[in-house]
């Protein structure tokens, strides 16, 4: 099945920096990729995602690479905010099927005021 | 707009105990799955279901089952706890099939194994 890495596991930053997480994974197949972002005691949300066909996505401060050749893909968050402490995860899957999807391991984003 | 929600949501048993664990969705989403997590890991599945009836094994189905009852909701038995057992057990769905595949989570139960 698909395997998915995730680095770094701790991520602290200063505000008003940038923060980088990258994930890579091993199936060509998949063709999805969702970033969740999770706050102390809740359940994890969708922030943004990405799709094969496409090499670059932005949400306001959210920036999210896919590069296929080398099965990687990253988010940026760009001028980090206190809000923006938490775990993040990665995923990849295969769409038109059963959603399955593989999580990375997770990074723990501080945001240092 | 829909909600997940998982009952209960601290779940303190005995080694060896059978655990059952409930989640109920109203989006009425094809999909559901169970995923573990424990601290400092990601997310791991378990089971998951493709619509009512249907189970499918996850990377860590061993020491568990799982029930499909009706599309709405869908049990996890944890079949023999482990002594010293700590772990969050999310439940989320989406939809089948399709080109968007976002998965909504639920709360979480909090299992603790004395």
């Known amino acids: 099945g698909e395997q998915v890495e995730q680095l770094p596991s701790i991520l602290r930053v200063q505000e008003g920096s940038s923060a980088s997480i990258n994930c890579s994974y091993e199936d060509s197949a998949s063709n999805y990729f969702p970033w969740y972002k999770q706050e102390p005691g809740e359940n994890p949300k969708l922030i943004i995602d990405?799709?094969?066909?496409?090499e670059r996505k932005q949400i306001q401060e959210l920036i999210v690479l896919l590069d296929k050749k080398a099965k990687r893909f990253s988010l940026h968050i760009t001028d980090t905010q206190p809000g923006d402490s938490a775990m993040y995860f990665c995923?990849?899957?295969?769409?038109?099927?059963?959603?399955?999807?593989?999580f990375g391991q997770g990074t723990v984003l501080s945001v240092i005021p | 707009g829909g909600i997940i929600t998982q009952t209960p949501k601290f779940l303190i048993g005995q080694e060896g105990q059978k655990l059952t664990l409930k989640c109920q969705q109203n989006f009425n989403h094809d999909t559901m799955y169970w995923y573990r997590q424990d601290s400092g890991k990601g997310l791991r599945l378990i089971y998951y279901s493709i619509t009512e009836n249907d189970l499918q094994k996850g990377d860590l189905s061993e020491g568990y089952d799982a029930s499909r009852e009706k599309k709405s909701s869908f049990s996890l038995t944890v079949t023999s706890a482990q002594k010293n057992e700590m772990a969050v057990f999310l439940c989320?769905?989406?939809?089948?099939?399709?080109?968007?595949?976002?998965?909504?989570f639920g709360p979480g139960t909090r299992l603790t194994v004395l």
């Open positions: 989320a769905s989406s939809i089948w099939g399709g080109a968007v595949a976002e998965q909504f």
């Open positions: 995923a990849a899957s295969e769409t038109g099927g059963n959603n399955k999807l593989t």
């Open positions: 990405i799709r094969s066909n496409m």
